[in-house]
């Protein structure tokens, strides 16, 4: 068998440990699957005292990361870290070193992938980064790889699980959000501060990722529109489903005449499709491709080891090869125009669900009519309850789904509407995904 693969980790938290685990705990499998032996030689830590659930080897530990940089036994390092300051200087840190970069970090690679990449290429060194979307869904193979001989016209993802999850607890359980936020913190799959993840943060940063691999754009998560799901409530869920569809947080791709179309939003998606019936904290994309049509791809979007997988399976690759020579031929992030231009989010065209809460009493249908029929926007259906409750006063919810209209133009009816003395507080909308 070849020499061994010397690897040193950064970070041992949740995915770290995962990490440390398989490379601890299977290493005939892995040495059998890359060719030789992986070997984990050191793993960096802020607090070496810190309570772990993997029991390292003696010497392994460290607080130093000069005794990863400095080790010539070290090929490869894996950061598990997070974040963009110190993950940052240590990966660029590492490549001039003359080590192979393995990352699950996808806000690193959103804000500062040019950077890391042209980092990579001038010391003659690879990154390979499949955990950073999706967790241990192989979507960056998929779009890299698998569907290399396509050009991908659309992709819409499930990317969150946090989201997802509290979605699912608020449709199918009636749960209020905040219940369900805190059954997320309490089973591992939200943050303590659970911000980038519920107001679409870092579903932008994915998307971010996702676009420069299928489209070759570069885009920062900043100029992605983006809308989280911490406003979301009960009545436009129970009001999605009495209309036949479920709302998820997607992260939506389209591709049309050169021009593409990126954003982040909850969406309205018919019940009884593949996106739909993703519960829980599960991930899914739906890829579609010129050549192939329609792909799903399907997983756990987060944890240990779902992770942790995808990290050892990149580490994997590199052992072998692979990753280097995959890495030589794929230009990412290379400056190089994809001769795409980003379509600004009023220009895009969707269909709408929009819920007023306005003064029951009759011409109030008429006046927004009248406001939507001058924005040029039509209407589809119209959905208005009775109020069953004396304590809501005189006012009931209008609940209106347009035909497919210009994003800029509703919104613009929508300001028109809100100013409307019928209409009793600020509109609620969503797109709609047919």
């Not at 059998?32 to 802020?46: E, F, I, K, N, S």
């Not at 939003?265 to 019940?271: A, D, E, F, K, T």
Request: net charge neutral; hydrophobic share 45%.
């Amino acid at each position: 068998m070849a020499e061994p693969f010397g690897i040193g980790l950064l970070g041992c938290g949740t995915v770290g440990s995962g990490v440390a685990k398989l490379l601890l705990e299977q290493p005939g499998r892995l040495a059998a699957r890359a060719g030789r032996p992986l070997v984990l030689r050191r793993v960096v830590v802020r607090d070496p005292r810190k309570p772990r659930d993997v029991a390292l080897p003696p010497g392994v530990l460290t607080t130093d990361l000069g005794e990863v940089l400095g080790d010539p036994a070290i090929q490869c390092v894996a950061e598990l870290v997070g974040g963009t300051t110190w993950a940052r200087q240590a990966v660029l840190q590492a490549l001039a070193a003359g080590k192979h970069v393995v990352t699950a970090n996808k806000a690193l690679l959103a804000e500062h992938g040019a950077e890391v990449f042209a980092t990579a290429r001038r010391h003659g060194r690879a990154v390979a980064f499949e955990a950073s979307v999706g967790g241990g869904i192989p979507i960056i193979a998929a779009l890299s790889q698998g569907l290399a001989a396509n050009q991908i016209t659309s992709l819409q993802g499930i990317l969150n699980g946090t989201c997802n999850f509290i979605l699912t607890g608020m449709t199918e359980n009636g749960s209020a959000y905040a219940d369900v936020l805190a059954e997320a913190q309490r089973r591992g799959y939200a943050e303590a501060d659970p911000t980038l993840d519920v107001n679409g943060t870092d579903t932008a940063q994915k998307l971010a990722i996702l676009a420069h691999i299928a489209f070759g754009v570069d885009v920062l998560p900043s100029a992605i529109e983006c809308r989280g799901i911490a406003d979301m409530q009960q009545a436009d869920l129970r009001f999605a489903q009495e209309l036949g569809y479920t709302v998820k947080l997607l992260a939506e791709a389209w591709l049309r005449d050169g021009q593409l179309a990126l954003h982040v939003s909850p969406v309205l998606v018919r019940r009884l499709t593949p996106l739909a019936q993703v519960r829980g904290a599960y991930n899914a994309i739906h890829v579609v491709g010129d050549a192939v049509g329609d792909t799903l791809y399907y997983g756990r979007g987060a944890g240990q080891m779902p992770t942790a997988s995808a990290v050892v399976a990149d580490l994997i690759d590199m052992a072998i090869g692979r990753a280097q020579r995959s890495f030589q031929t794929s230009r990412l992030w290379a400056g190089q125009e994809a001769g795409i231009t980003l379509l600004p989010a009023h220009s895009v065209r969707s269909r709408f669900y929009l819920r007023l809460l306005v003064v029951d009493q009759p011409g109030v249908m008429a006046e927004v009519t009248r406001v939507l029929a001058q924005h040029h926007i039509s209407i589809a259906s119209v959905v208005q309850h009775e109020s069953l409750d004396e304590h809501e006063g005189d006012t009931v919810p209008l609940v209106i789904m347009t035909h497919t209209t210009l994003t800029g133009h509703f919104r613009a009816a929508v300001a028109g509407v809100d100013r409307l003395p019928c209409v009793m507080a600020p509109s609620v909308y969503y797109p709609v995904a047919d």
